[in-house]
């Protein structure tokens, strides 16, 4: 039986390191990131092997590529990667035996990969948000260019396309520039507005995510883009053995750090899922006025005397919802009115 190869990958210029399961080294060196190169290098490599890589922008497709012929495709958290080979000498050549060395020893930091199509959908969530982003910077520039020049308008109304082709027609003692500029403006912001929504409309209808958004959405205070958010973000809720450890995923709670039998309890904790995390705030903040439950939550904690500290509450709340009504496959259905049933 022939033994195990394992090999270390890092960054964009893939360096590579190839050892043995003694730790011999049996090949390095360099294969240039492009599908066409990778795979003329995978006929070279001895088999049977398998592979690691620490999590990059790169390492999607990398993953997908190699997956047909290694034994076991392993991603690192990169986070955890850089405390366990912490070095004074780095360079892509040494993270890439540190790797193989961690793969040969099974002490790889594994992360979780989420299935290519749903990180194909995520792909598309991700940059209708930030299509969103950049209509919020239009509309701020429009405001500002009103202020500028001192004109008069109704700050409620100004996105409105009727009212905005009102103003510009109405406006007084304004430079053409000023106009010019805020008719491109707003021609712009049209077109992401546009955009964004055919985003939303494309993966609301896609088959292989349409019905568990349909069941989050029946939890009251739950919209579809945080539906989505969950969903393409989350991938696989199985993967999460409690609702603390999802609660933690999404970036709301603080850090726990204990030295000498004492605990210290920061602001929460920058190790998060950023896209999920911001979701989720915004959502805490409405979701009282729809929800009864979290309202009462919200109330509650708002006795203590801080709103942020409720939003917080409130967001937990949200994740428990959520990872339930995902992980059992059913619609989300109060306590009250199952008793009474």
Known sequence: MKSMHY??????MIAFCIKSKDGRII????VTANRQSLLEWVQTVPQPWMVAMEATLFTGWIYDLLRPYATATKVAHPQMLKAITAAKKKNDAADAEKIADLLRVDLIPECYMAPTELRE???ILRYRNYIVRMAVKEKNKISGLLMEVGAIYAKRRLHGKRYFHQLLDTIEDVPKSVIDMLTLSRSNLELFMAVQKKLVTALRANPLIRDRVKRLMTIPGIGEVTALTWVLEVGEPERFASIRKAVSYCGLCAAQKQSAGKEYRGPISKKRNKHLQTMLVEAA?????????LAEIYKKELTKGHRNRATLAVA???VAYLLCVDKSKQVFQLRVEAEAA
């Open 27 to 30: 090949d390095h060196g360099i």
């Open 285 to 293: 903040k409405l979701a009282p006025h729809w929800n009864p439950q």
């Open 121 to 123: 959908l995520r792909r």
């Open 316 to 318: 937990r709340k949200l």
């Open 7 to 12: 090999i270390g990958f890092h960054k964009k």
